[in-house]
């Protein structure tokens, strides 16, 4: 069978295919191991246990839509910058593989899709949701302007756990802000270890970065602090929250994939940075998750 211009059925699909790949690509979209499991932890702390099907569903969507469309934004904003760096000049926008005018519309879907599930969980993640997407597109900008970018993007990615709380509360709990703090940190210190990649950029463009201001030896110092808070931060949820010994096993576990992340890179030697931010990272998220879900569920549950 063939369409009125000649293409066959298997071609259009596989040109729509391609076309979803394109757009999942353009958003990292198995980044979403990074916030995603630790909005479940969250989830599963506030339920001191699985919550019910229809608000892991809504909270799920809202993950999606959320990270969807605050990547998208970091690609158009972005784009300019992403055409003059030699690292990032093949993206989709820049390399034309993707439209700004498509990038738009699949922000707009998924911004739209987080409002719909916030809406469908509780007035209060209603309310909320206008706060979170100002924080994922200031993000953006933040570069720009100052070196606690690392911070904001930590603080976008730390709102999971909070959002999820919230959606199987329907309250404010000033605990959970120790889980998302520990993720803001967690995010920030190996954000700092990405932004080395592109230290002599910044420079040349005046973009901020840790990296850029401190060096790669006092940006690694930085970093590796931040990811000690973020240990000792998820300690004191343990101590909130009175999860047990698994939960504690976890987080050993946790720390020692970020010490492990934290000697693959030197200030010489950047040739494992990527390594160490998707790999070890997302052992670390999934790990958590997991170790978490297993306490509440056999221990302190």
């Not at 229809?54 to 158009?76: D, E, P, Q, S, W």
């Not at 390399?95 to 700004?100: A, E, M, Y």
């Not at 879907?109 to 809406?119: C, D, G, K, R």
């Not at 080395?196 to 970065?209: A, H, K, M, P, Q």
Request: aromatic share 12%; net charge positive; proline share 4%.
């Amino acid at each position: 069978m063939t369409t009125s211009e000649g293409k066959t059925a298997g071609e259009e699909k596989e040109m729509v295919i391609r076309r979803v790949r394109d757009y999942l690509d353009l958003v990292k979209f198995p980044h979403t191991v990074f916030a995603l499991p630790f909005a479940l932890a969250g989830a599963f702390i506030a339920a001191r246990g699985l919550p019910d099907g229809r608000t892991l569903f809504y909270i799920l969507l809202a993950m999606v839509g959320g990270r969807t469309a605050a990547m998208g934004l970091n690609r158009v904003i972005d784009a300019e910058i992403d055409a003059k760096n030699p690292r990032t000049k093949d993206r989709h926008i820049p390399s034309g593989k993707v439209s700004r005018k498509e990038a738009w519309a699949l922000i707009i879907v998924s911004f739209l899709l987080l409002e719909f599930a916030a809406y469908q969980l509780n007035p209060l993640c209603f309310k909320l949701s206008p706060l979170l997407i100002a924080v994922l597109v200031g993000y953006s900008y933040t570069k720009r302007f100052t070196w606690a970018s690392h911070l904001v993007l930590g603080l976008a990615l730390g709102a999971a756990p909070l959002g999820a709380w919230i959606a199987v509360t329907g309250t404010f709990s000033p605990g959970i802000l120790l889980l998302s703090f520990a993720v803001m940190f967690w995010v920030a210190g190996f954000d700092i270890i990405y932004a080395l990649l592109d230290i002599d950029f910044d420079r040349r463009e005046g973009l901020y970065s840790i990296p850029r201001v401190l060096g790669p030896a006092r940006a690694l110092l930085v970093s590796r602090l931040f990811h000690v808070v973020t240990v000792l931060l998820l300690l004191a949820v343990a101590r909130v929250f009175s999860l047990g010994w698994l939960y504690l096993v976890g987080v050993g576990f946790c720390a020692i994939l970020l010490a492990y992340e934290q000697s693959l890179v030197k200030p010489d030697d950047f040739s494992k940075v990527n390594v160490a931010f998707f790999t070890v990272n997302g052992y670390v998220s999934i790990s958590f998750c997991l170790f978490t879900f297993l306490d509440i569920l056999l221990i302190s549950g």
